[in-house]
């Protein structure tokens, strides 16, 4: 029996395939996760409403802790979820203890949770699209953005009041670089990230800004602009996210919403200068801007 995959559906299915007290189907006609052991079968097809679950194991569940940790930018709750993973008994009772201590990372870790086990699901529902002869899907993580998304709020930068708020966020990037550098390094990498903040000419600084719905800071990026010799033109002066709020997408919503407000102020490109790591530099290749000796560039509009 055909059904599609929903929300709720996708939730259901989660729950059986975490269920670690017996076998769960999927059952179409009555549109839930039901235990194979409290179902009588009877001919193959009054079956056709049931289905086996996705494979899912306690060691796939931990690969997403790993993976999720490992690939968390605040380095403080990064080593101490490493430390929970490495201790063989109670791994994930402790794991879970340490992220009940911040409950921001808590939530984008099952975000994350969510959608490596819904692209499990949906290759599982793809394959059964293929055997009822219909197309696949695709990978779609929208509905799933959209829903974390809906916590926070966007708006442009105003220098009066925005610019005493990022300069303090700034500082505390400025502390994690020293920690990340050793001796000297760390205050002369420390000092030259904090001279983006210098706010020299205000009127030149735009961009975005994220607050949580209740109006903590959550991320900014800022971008420079040239009115007096190339108007139409911006480069990136920061980007960063609050630490405690890394891993939710807002980079790249932060990203997405500045070019489309550069759009619509008709500035026709929109510059990086400055290297960029690893996890940024795909994230501004997938933005559409192009490498250009050591530039990145984005055409916002035709010349």
């Keep these: 029996m055909i059904f599609e995959l929903t929300k709720s559906v996708v939730e259901d299915i989660i729950f059986g395939m975490e269920n670690q007290d017996g076998e769960y189907l999927y059952d179409s006609e009555n549109a839930c996760c039901v235990p194979e052991e409290a179902l009588e079968y009877g001919e193959s097809d009054e079956n056709e409403h049931l289905f ?10 931990f690969q997403i802790m790993e993976e999720f940790s490992e690939n968390l930018h605040n380095d403080k709750v990064k080593a101490e979820l490493l430390e929970a993973l490495s201790n063989r008994r109670g ?18 870790y099952f975000d994350f949770k969510e959608k490596k086990m819904y692209s499990v699901i949906l290759e599982w529902y793809n394959s059964l699209r ?11 993580f929208e509905e799933y953005d959209d829903l974390v998304l ?17 300069l303090s966020e700034a ?6 670089l020293k920690q990340r550098f050793n001796g000297e390094t760390g205050l002369a990498v420390s000092s030259i990230w904090l001279r983006n903040f210098d706010f020299e000419n205000p009127d030149c600084t735009g961009g975005i ?13 800022l971008f420079t602009r040239f009115p007096s010799f190339a108007k139409n033109v911006v480069a990136l002066t920061s980007v960063f996210v609050n630490q ?4 939710l997408g807002l980079a790249r919503e932060l990203f997405s919403r ?11 490109d929109f510059i990086i200068a400055d290297s960029l790591p690893d996890f940024l530099e795909s994230l501004v290749t997938r933005c559409g801007f192009e490498k250009k000796d050591s530039f990145y560039i984005l055409e916002l509009a035709e010349n």
């Design 52 to 61: 086996s679950l996705p494979e899912w194991s306690s060691g796939d569940g």
């Design 91 to 108: 791994v994930f009772r402790n794991f879970k203890n340490v992220l009940s201590k911040y409950p921001e990372i808590e939530k984008s």
């Design 130 to 140: 293929e055997s009822w002869g219909l197309e696949k899907l695709d990978q779609n």
């Design 150 to 166: 809906q916590d926070f709020e966007f708006r442009p930068y105003n220098h009066k009041k925005d610019s005493d708020c990022v």
């Design 171 to 176: 500082k505390k990037i400025a502390d994690e």
């Design 209 to 221: 800004v994220c607050r949580t719905a209740s109006g903590d800071f959550a991320g900014v990026l």
């Design 244 to 247: 405690n709020f890394r891993s």
């Design 258 to 268: 500045g070019i489309s407000y550069l759009k619509e102020q008709k500035i026709q």
